[in-house]
Structures are given as structure tokens and as C-alpha cells.
């Protein structure tokens, strides 16, 4: 698993080029996911979910730290080619 991670202030662009992401390379249907809408393991169990769908490319906009960092430790437990991109503001 491939894990990019956007910080930066508000205002500064993360999410626009998150949904730009998004639109390029994402399924149709497919939502990009809310970190301040679930708890870190709520997150967990939504990445988990869409890698057993077949889903290549996953992106997660406002995105805790904690979040992040269990995203980390599920490098080696996920498909190699599975890329996440998230968005982590300060």
C-alpha cells in the first residue's frame, strides 16, 4: 500500500487536489471519505471494506493524525497496489 498524505493550513488547496485526485483516478460512485466523520477504527474498517471491493485508489479528506498513523500500520496488511491519498489539515 502506497500512503500520501497532504498537510497543510487551511485554505492552502489540500482538498481541491483531493477531489482532482479524486475524479482522475477514483471509481464511479465511489466517495471520497470523511475522516471527521468516523473514528479512527471506523476509518479502519471503510479502507479494509473498499480493498476487499477491489478498489485501487482511496481517498480520505480531513484526516486525524491518530487516523494516519493506523493507516500506517496497515501498510503490510493491505493490497500492494492499493494507493491512499489523505488529507491532513493543521
Known sequence: MQLNIDRGAPGTGKSTRLLQIHKVTCKPGQKILRGVHCTTTGLELKVREYAKQGVFVICIDECTEL????????????????????VVGF
Open 67 to 86: 487516523q494516519v498513523m493506523r493507516l500506517q500500520d496497515l501498510t503490510e496488511r493491505l493490497p500492494a497496489d492499493l494507493v491512499i491519498h489523505a
